[in-house]
């Protein structure tokens, strides 16, 4: 029987805005469940670029997948849907800092929680 852990990331999104706070993947991950509240539109993971010098801008990427099954077309992980749960396998979505990017201006504020399955 899987090992299920009780591994959690709370990420809020602004009244008003579109940007989370970011969460890290802790080490021996296998998948993450997505928990969205209500929401304007979609949600996009991003991931933020290896930031090489201590001045450099942040740089936020949309997360694709490479999908072999698919003939290895690269999905984006970019229309996450509202009141639900998204399940994304750890090896399709890297390594992070992660955020979710929000289709439109939220009208509230929003708590998307995410839980960690580990291996």
Sequence with gaps: MAKVARLYAQCIIANGGTTSTDFDVPEGIESMSIHTPVLTGTLTLQAKAPVLQENDTPVWNTVNAFDLNAGGANIALDAIPASTCTVIPFSAAGQGPFRFLSSGAEAAER?????????
């Design 111 to 119: 708590d998307i929680r995410v839980a960690f399955k580990e291996i």
